[in-house]
Nanobody, 123 residues
């Protein structure tokens, strides 16, 4: 299984970015796909997750109403649309796959991880 994340970059506060994560080497069941982020000197934290089959979602509170997670089954891709970005959203963002489909915010439940893509939000 390989997860390839892309879409990061530099954006001003209030701007938008869309991250994408393409999964390969797997036949999808009702898995969960999640996005996590890690800022310098901080722990990796949960951002959002989605179940592959039913599209159920779960977000961390600080991104509710600003970020939207979605999946495209035909392209084996999960995306994270990020609007109204804030400097505190600056981090390396990672996509991850949870074969249990739990929508968990606990990173140890995710078996596969992408390489990360850097998002920098300037004030």
């Amino acid at each position: 299984v390989q997860l390839q994340a892309c879409g990061g970059g530099l954006v001003q506060a209030g701007g938008s970015l869309t991250l994408s994560c393409v999964a390969s080497g797997i036949i999808f069941g009702n898995y969960g796909m999640g996005w996590f982020r890690q800022a310098p000197g901080k722990e990796r934290e949960f951002v959002a997750a989605i179940t592959w089959t039913y599209g159920n979602t779960h977000y961390r509170e600080s991104v509710l109403g600003r970020f939207t997670i979605s999946r495209d089954s035909a392209k084996s891709t999960v995306s994270l649309q990020m609007n109204m970005l804030k400097p505190e959203d600056t981090a390396v963002y990672y996509c991850a796959l949870d074969k249990g489909g739990t929508l968990s915010r606990h990173r140890y439940l995710y078996e596969y991880w992408g390489q990360g893509t850097l998002v920098t939000v300037s004030s």
